[in-house]
T-cell receptor, first 114, second 115 residues
Framework: DAGVIQSPRHEVTEMGQEVTLRCKPI?????LFWYRQTMMRGLELLIY????????DSGMPEDRFSAKMPNASFSTLKIQPSEPRDSAVYFC????????????FGNGTRLTVT | AQSVTQLGSHVSVSEGALVLLRCNYS??????LFWYVQYPNQGLQLLLK??????LVKGINGFEAEFKKSETSFHLTKPSAHMSDAAEYFC?????????????FGKGTRLSVIA
């Protein structure tokens, strides 16, 4: 089992540019979560999907953020246009659709917007 | 809605000393509870989880946690700290029978181990 795979590991971009973060969940998992981690706000849930369908995107900070899950093995989080305050570590996690199933996290994408 | 409170954003212990990281939960029904660990530049990893079997749950790396309903607590302990335990620890809660609403995480406790 390769675990949750995120790419890229690091992304440095200039303000105003589009950023796309990618995630491949664990095969067989039917729930996928995007989190953002910063020193100030800790771990924040941005959006989650069940069976590829977005369930709750109330954590997405602004319309500049969007997420898709076109199939069970791939998801993207896009920021357009990016701003310096978006600098953070973005984590993708997947799990089985069960309230006692633990989350499996990827190693994150460290985003720096200058 | 459920929530967790982790007491102490930073805990420092000497190598070989007892580790105690505190977590209190708020939930209308007995929840599922989890502890995760995050090492530098990595994602969160599951340490252990409580799902209503034994109230004392053993996890990886010698950690364990005890569910105490009367105290609404799920504190994490390890008898003897090792340098490799230095990391950030997160407590999380999930409602039973909620389908798959996301885990609610605490703000984390950073554990430092002093040689």
């Amino acid at each position: 089992d390769a675990g949750v795979i995120q790419s890229p590991r690091h992304e440095v971009t200039e303000m105003g540019q589009e950023v796309t973060l990618r995630c491949k969940p664990i095969s067989g998992h039917n729930s996928l979560f995007w989190y953002r981690q910063t020193m100030m706000r800790g771990l924040e849930l941005l959006i989650y999907f069940n069976n590829n369908v977005p369930i709750d995107d109330s954590g997405m900070p602004e319309d500049r953020f969007s997420a898709k899950m076109p199939n069970a093995s791939f998801s993207t989080l896009k920021i357009q246009p990016s701003e310096p305050r978006d600098s953070a570590v973005y984590f993708c996690a997947s799990s089985l659709k069960d309230s006692n199933s633990p989350l499996h996290f990827g190693n994150g994408t460290r985003l720096t917007v200058t | 809605a459920q929530s967790v409170t982790q007491l102490g954003s930073h805990v420092s212990v000497s190598e070989g000393a007892l580790v105690l990281l505190r977590c209190n939960y708020s939930s209308s029904v007995p929840p599922y509870l989890f502890w995760y660990v995050q090492y530098p530049n990595q994602g969160l990893q599951l340490l252990l989880k409580y799902t209503s079997a034994a109230t004392l749950v053993k996890g990886i790396n010698g950690f364990e946690a005890e569910f105490k309903k009367s105290e609404t607590s799920f504190h994490l302990t390890k008898p003897s700290a090792h340098m490799s335990d230095a990391a950030e620890y997160f407590c999380a809660v999930s409602d039973r029978g909620s389908g798959n609403t996301p885990l609610v995480f605490g703000k984390g406790t950073r554990l430092s181990v002093i040689a």
